[in-house]
């Protein structure tokens, strides 16, 4: 059954899902609608092989996600050992979908906004975006966000983000310094330049490209050894013949150099 989105905008065009959270009014805050959105939406991206990446991005230009609706709030179960993390809906990898998920931010990221940044494949930003997470300025442990976030740019980083709350924002430059974010754009060009990774990426066989962040992702979780001792076997499972399926010299040749 098809549900009908409030909280986002979707679309499919040439093998790239676009997801556009589109509360700008609430600075792209999510709610419990929003999180049973994300829910169905990962499940149709994941059933739909017509998909071959996804671009996610925020409408307005204050924020691209100021993470949960403190005004709203989510629905919460009443027994505290039956409650569950938001990001059970809101995270692409937890939810089974491999495939890559470019993520274009502007304005502020803030708080549950992690939820999305820690899993992109793939993140740009606006040269006024900034981050930061507000947690502890409330009193609140922040925990379940910067822990995704250690495991993507240095512990030192992350703690200063988590420690320092509302006191300090990353600067776009400073994000790029740390590895946060790939690439700084003026904001004009950021969803422009998201939509051309995208289709870089979706023109490359599927199969290869959704084995390739799987493994990736999944050695996280595994030692050295481990890791790539299972990489083989994707490496099988993906090209069983062990050949190249693709013959570049047919393939129109551009200067990608990212500068």
């Known amino acids: 059954m098809r549900m009908e989105l409030t909280t986002v905008r979707y679309e499919v065009h040439e093998h790239i899902a676009t997801i556009t959270l589109n509360r700008p009014e609430a600075m792209n805050s999510f709610n419990q609608d929003m999180l049973e959105e994300f829910a169905y939406l990962w499940q149709t991206i994941k059933d739909d092989d017509e998909v071959h990446v996804v671009v996610l991005r925020g409408a307005g230009d204050r924020a691209f996600s100021t993470g949960m609706d403190v005004k709203q709030g989510i629905d919460r179960h009443a027994n505290v050992w039956s409650q569950t993390d938001p990001g059970e809906k809101l995270s692409p990898k937890l939810n089974q979908v491999w495939k890559p998920v470019v993520c274009a931010v502007q304005g502020m990221a803030a708080g549950g906004a992690f939820y999305w940044i820690n899993e992109a494949d793939i993140l740009i930003c606006s040269e006024e975006a900034t981050f930061f997470d507000p947690h502890v300025s409330y009193g609140l442990t922040a925990a379940l966000e ?78 050295r050894t481990q890791a790539l001792r299972t990489g083989l076997s994707y490496t099988q499972i993906g090209n069983p013949i062990g050949k190249a399926e693709v013959e570049r010299s047919a393939v129109p040749r551009r200067d990608w150099t990212l500068r």
């Open 146 to 223: 910067p822990i995704g976030l250690a495991r993507r740019i240095p512990l030192g980083e992350t703690l200063r983000i988590a420690l320092l709350g509302l006191d300090e924002r990353v600067s776009a430059e400073r994000a790029l310094q740390i590895g946060l974010v790939s690439e700084v754009l003026p904001r004009e060009k950021l969803w422009e330049r998201a939509e051309e990774i995208a289709r870089i990426i979706a023109a490359k066989p599927a199969a290869a490209i959704q084995g390739t962040v799987r493994a990736i992702w999944e050695s996280l979780d595994s030692t």
